[in-house]
């Protein structure tokens, strides 16, 4: 298994463009969400799906777009790139809910400038 | 909704102390407290967890207590070693669906 895969790992992006963050992961794992890393600000929670066609907000959503139509994959999408949104971003993923082991991808740096 | 305080930021140790980090959380209905590390440039990784029925659980060096009451609940990690040093987090959950995390305490073991 390769477990949880985001790709890319590196995106420099302009004020105003957008693009995608992909994240899949092949352990059959319902539960699937993104958490965006600032310093001194921890893991914060973007957007987390407890399953194929079911998504819902965390604590900081606001700029950001996801959606779940299967359930390996589970994309990040920016739609219009604003400094605010440099960060480190993770996916993770856990069997059914956000309550057991998360298994965390290697991360996607992003800044926009 | 759920807020996590984690202390301290940092924290600076001899190899072979015990290090304690602590952190408290806002909502008495949370079950479940996670602990991550992060080693530099790498993803969190679970070290330990506890459940609200749960008071304390140990892993080898590792162990964790959970005081209902005060809200509050730490990682002990006995007789550190250099490969101890990494950010840890703290994280606390009330329902199966938001995982909220703390903001971190780097850890940093000298020989």
């Known amino acids: 298994n390769a477990g949880v895969t985001q790709t890319p790992k590196f995106q420099v992006l302009k004020t105003g463009q957008s693009m995608t963050l992909q994240c899949a992961q092949d352990?059959?794992?319902?539960?699937m969400s993104w958490y965006r890393q600032d310093p001194g600000m921890g893991l914060r929670l973007i957007h987390y799906?407890?399953?194929?066609?079911?998504?819902d907000q965390g604590e900081v959503p606001n700029g950001y777009n996801v959606s779940r139509s299967t359930t390996e994959d589970f994309p990040l999408r920016l739609l219009s790139a604003a400094p605010s949104q440099t960060s480190v971003y993770f996916c993770?993923?856990?069997?059914?809910?956000?309550?057991?082991?998360?298994?965390f991808g290697s991360g996607t740096q992003l800044s926009v400038l | 909704g759920e807020n996590v305080e984690q202390h301290p930021s940092t924290l600076s140790v001899q190899e072979g102390d015990s290090a304690v980090i602590k952190c408290t959380y806002s909502d008495s209905a949370s079950n479940y407290f996670p602990w991550y590390k992060q080693e530099l440039g790498k993803r969190p990784q679970l070290i330990i967890d506890i459940r609200s029925n749960v008071g304390e659980k140990k892993d080898q060096r590792i162990a964790v207590t959970l005081n209902k009451t005060a809200k509050h609940f730490s990682l002990h990690i006995t007789e550190t070693q250099p490969e101890d040093s990494a950010v840890y987090f703290c994280a606390a959950s009330k329902g199966f669906q938001k995982l909220v995390f703390g903001t971190g305490t780097r850890l940093l073991v000298s020989p």
């Open positions: 799906s407890v399953g194929a066609g079911i998504t």
């Open positions: 993770a993923s856990s069997y059914s809910t956000a309550n057991e082991k998360l298994f």
């Open positions: 352990m059959n794992h319902e539960y």
